[in-house]
């Protein structure tokens, strides 16, 4: 596979502000890459390094095997990006803004402009400064994706839209890498990276925790077990298996959490006279929080810093 995004050592600092830290990552050409961590744990400066709007401490990254400190303006010809935060010109209206960044593209598909404006349901007819938070926010999107980059970054993409309009974007994003783009998608909702991802890091407090496929990572969490049986169980058949804790009984019910692998829950209970088995599914969700439930992260530089 051909990686379109590659990053070793990567490492940019701030003084005293810790940024990120020796990342090694490779984003594989056609591949939809969730980059998970809580507010503050590096996500932002990590794209902005990517785009060479900060130059890294040491190490190095490369986009479309460009070194970014060597081209930055040929990467940013072929890629798409959405900030976590940005301003445009008030004064202009939805469609001119769209329009002016298009034109800057050297023009895009007018008829998939279009289709996007009404798939997000926004009005270009407005000023961007009377819009909402949420309407801003679709335009920040459209102007991403109109002129169909062969690289998406998107920093908290669905940051201020409602749940409908959210469905919209997940649905375009799999159009996107189903036409063989990229996509590099900072969050830290996990829901939106588990519906369009492939695969996922988890970046903390700087350094990449994890890399994995989606689905592998609910591995970390823990299931809800509830065992209900027809007379008394001895908890201590349950409290020995690896992996079990915080096991409750109540009468003919025990209660318990599984870490990973729950075959040998099953077993011992299939040793007992079962009455009913519920075992949740763990969420992605959860699988965040047991990643990084004790965690005290430290403050991610002040973006007024990352720009400078």
């Known amino acids: 596979m051909n990686a379109i995004i590659q990053a070793e050592k990567l490492t940019k600092s701030y003084g005293s502000h810790r940024g990120i830290i020796d990342v090694d990552l490779q984003v ?17 400066t990590m794209i902005r390094t990517l785009l060479d709007h900060i130059r890294p401490t040491s190490g190095r990254a490369t986009v479309f095997g460009i070194d970014t400190t060597a081209n930055p303006v040929a990467i940013h010809k072929r890629l798409g990006y959405l900030p976590g935060e940005f301003a445009l010109y008030d004064k202009l209206t939805g469609r001119q803004t769209l329009e002016y960044f298009g034109n800057l593209r050297g023009g895009v598909d007018r008829a998939y402009r279009q289709s996007l404006i009404e798939r997000l349901d926004v009005d270009p007819t407005r000023r961007f400064r ?22 998406l970054l998107l920093d908290e993409p669905t940051s201020g839209l409602d749940p ?21 998608l900072s969050s830290h909702i996990l829901s939106e990276v588990e519906k369009t991802c492939d695969r996922v890091a988890i970046i903390r407090d700087g350094r990449l925790a994890r890399v994995d496929r989606t689905e592998s990572l609910r591995d970390l969490a823990h299931h809800t077990v509830e065992l209900v049986f027809t007379g008394p169980v001895p908890a201590s058949d349950f409290a020995t298996i690896p992996g079990v804790s915080d096991l409750v009984t109540e009468d003919h019910v025990l209660r318990m959490r599984v870490a990973g692998n729950i075959a ?10 079962l009455a009913d088995f519920v075992s949740r599914e763990p969420s992605l969700e959860e699988t965040f929080l047991a990643e990084y439930g004790h965690a005290k992260p430290t403050p991610e530089a002040p973006r007024e810093a990352a720009a400078r």
């Open 164 to 184: 409908l309009i959210q469905q919209v974007f997940y649905e375009v994003i799999r159009e996107a890498k189903a036409e063989g783009r990229t996509v590099f």
């Open 130 to 151: 009377e819009y909402s938070k949420g309407n801003k926010q679709k335009i920040g999107l459209i102007i991403a994706l109109q002129h169909r980059p062969e690289l």
């Open 28 to 44: 594989n050409e056609g591949e939809a890459f969730g980059f998970l961590g809580p507010n503050g744990a590096g996500k932002t």
């Open 264 to 273: 040998p829950v099953v077993q011992a209970a299939a040793r007992h006279d």
